[in-house]
């Protein structure tokens, strides 16, 4: 989960309006020709925002979008090649738009394993009908909607106007400390994701039609016109999927990578035969685990559906709330959030909870997708310690769920290295971000250069120390359509460069099977700085992180610099 906003520490002029004690700094940038035509029309949403983040501030101001018209010019493939009217307007509500016409956009009808059950309307309507993503805790829905001459819905896309960074698990807080450092705004700012979901899944959704691709085109100009119309600092589209990423380079969006950890099903029958692909040492860890489960008069029971009765909800807020309270201070979700979730998703909800003396002490949440188990929350109770629950509950019980309904993959949420050694393996994530102002734009746009290059490496080396045996990996790496020949070129590539630096850090490389504690060069451009960090660090020994010269900040224009950290700070002379 993000840490609390930055922007709370920080006063703020007016939220929306020109503040007389500072320079102009949002304009109205120009759209780049295309085949979309589009024409203003009447208002269509009026609603009063109050942001209350800084503390003991009400000022309100009223956002009134209006409605946009884009012209569609007819597919090639098409017979009848007439021009499209389409209406793109913002809704302050996904109950506002019927839920068949959500999911006809949402939901791949063609490809059932794609079906991923966040971006459904009884998902997100259930995170506002409860009360978890509304205007009070800052996700004010403003939903885009497309629709043609005949009032179908052709394109939906999930957006929040936000008044912190919360949630969201792609961190921006040393942006927003960028800004109020020059006296600007941040806050409020656009988000187009699943509130408090790190799923990879499509954002722009879009009805399939011949013309889909045009109707894709609008809803990205909607987009835009809605940051400059709104007068907000940026706008951000969160875990979307790889096609959308590439898509978005070409609207002026910065793109930034992340990392998180999938376990991958090789049509296995069983837990065991899984087992039987990963090294001895992995392989007996994992069965010591699981043995000191019944040792501590353990039972695992998986529920699904109508299986879930309400007090078994009751029972996992809980759990939930102990989470929340002891890591991140504040719940992100109601009660009531998980009684609809249940009602609504049906047979997509499984519910992994763990029994002791016939008392529920421990569950894990996971929704099904058409080829995915998606771990989501985890908890217990206060007062309960079981070792290695934690690791049976959330990933070996995930692992066998998938296996039994055969499917592709499990998806066990942001963060932890730990999962690496449980048989799950890093991948890619997405996030694109437009801003308004220029000079922000090109400074964070250079960070996220060499942030970008960082993070592939990192995903390389950690895809080289995982659990499996060599010729696994080797698949794995091979289908994900990066070579390993390649990919050991690199590495080597790495190693040469270290040896050219004439540091004597009395230690060699560890081996290939004790490269856990390898020490992971990260050469980040424009520092002429060398690091050492140990990425998968159990025990540390020798790999303690060395400063091997002195930390220089690297100037990405006058008045921009960036720390090693990558956070932004002034930039003084003399």
């Not at 205007?135 to 939903?143: A, Q, V």
Request: charged share 25%; hydrophobic share 35%; with cysteine.
């Amino acid at each position: 989960m993000a840490s609390p906003a930055v922007a709370t520490r920080h006063p703020s002029p007016s939220f929306f309006g020109p503040d007389p004690r500072r320079r102009p700094l949002l304009r109205r940038r120009g759209h780049s020709p295309s085949k979309l035509g589009f024409r203003r029309s009447g208002l269509q949403l009026k609603v009063t925002a109050i942001f209350g983040w800084i503390r003991g501030d009400t000022r309100t101001r009223e956002l009134s979008p209006s409605a946009e018209s884009y012209t569609l010019t007819g597919s090639a493939s098409e017979v009848d090649t007439k021009s499209r009217e389409v209406s793109v307007a913002v809704v302050s509500s996904i109950m506002d738009i019927p839920s068949e016409d959500w999911d006809a956009c949402a939901v791949d009808s063609v490809d059932p394993d794609k079906f991923n059950p966040f971006l459904t309307h009884a998902f997100l309507s259930s995170l506002e009908e409860s009360g978890s993503a509304v205007k009070e805790t800052g996700w004010l829905p403003l939903h885009v909607v497309a629709r043609d001459e005949n009032e179908t819905v052709v394109g939906v896309v999930p957006l929040y106007l936000k008044s912190h960074s919360r949630g969201e698990f792609v961190f921006d807080q040393s942006w927003a400390e960028a800004y109020y450092s020059y006296g600007l705004e941040y806050y409020p700012k656009l988000q187009s994701c699943v509130p408090f979901t790190p799923v990879t899944g499509q954002r722009i959704l879009v009805r399939d039609t011949p013309y889909s691709d045009q109707v894709f085109e609008a809803l990205v100009k909607e987009l835009k016109s809605l940051t400059t119309k709104l007068k907000v600092s940026s706008l951000h589209i969160t875990f979307p999927s790889e096609g959308e990423f590439s898509k978005l380079k070409d609207s002026e969006f910065l793109q930034r990578i992340g990392m998180q950890y999938h376990w991958r099903n090789r049509d296995y029958k069983s837990f065991d035969e899984f087992l039987m692909d990963l090294k001895q040492p992995k392989r007996k860890n994992i069965r010591q685990e699981r043995k000191k489960i019944p040792a501590q008069n353990l039972k695992m029971k998986r529920l699904r559906g109508d299986e879930i009765k309400s007090d078994h909800w009751d029972t996992f807020y809980k759990f939930y709330r102990n989470t929340t309270d002891n890591h991140w201070g504040r719940p992100y979700l109601t009660r009531e959030f998980f009684h609809r979730l249940g009602e609504k998703m049906g047979d997509k909800v499984m519910l992994i909870v763990a029994e002791h003396d016939d008392k529920h002490v421990a569950g894990a949440l996971n929704l099904i997708g058409g080829d995915t188990l998606f771990g989501r929350l985890w908890g217990c109770l206060p007062n309960a310690y079981f070792p290695n629950l934690h690791f049976e509950a959330c990933y070996y019980q995930a692992i066998e769920a998938a296996i039994e309904l055969n499917l592709s993959k499990v998806e066990a949420g942001a963060q932890g290295e730990h999962k690496i050694q449980r048989g799950y393996l890093p991948v890619t994530t997405y996030s694109c971000h437009y801003f308004l102002d220029s000079g922000f734009g090109t400074a964070i746009g250079n960070y996220l250069a060499h942030e970008m290059a960082q993070v592939k490496h990192v995903i390389k080396v950690l895809h080289d120390s995982g659990p499996y045996k060599e010729d696994i990996l080797n698949e794995f790496l091979l289908t994900q359509g990066d070579g390993v020949r390649s990919f050991h070129r690199r590495k080597e590539r790495a190693r040469k460069k270290l040896s050219e630096c004439h540091i004597d850090i009395s230690a060699k490389i560890p081996a290939k099977k004790d490269i856990r504690y390898c020490l992971i060069m990260l050469f980040v451009l424009g520092y002429k700085d060398w690091f050492f960090l140990p990425l998968i660090n159990q025990r540390p020994r020798r790999t303690k992180l060395q400063k091997l010269s002195q930390t220089r900040a690297c100037q990405l224009q006058p008045a921009f610099a960036l720390d090693c950290t990558g956070s932004f700070v002034k930039h003084t002379t003399g």
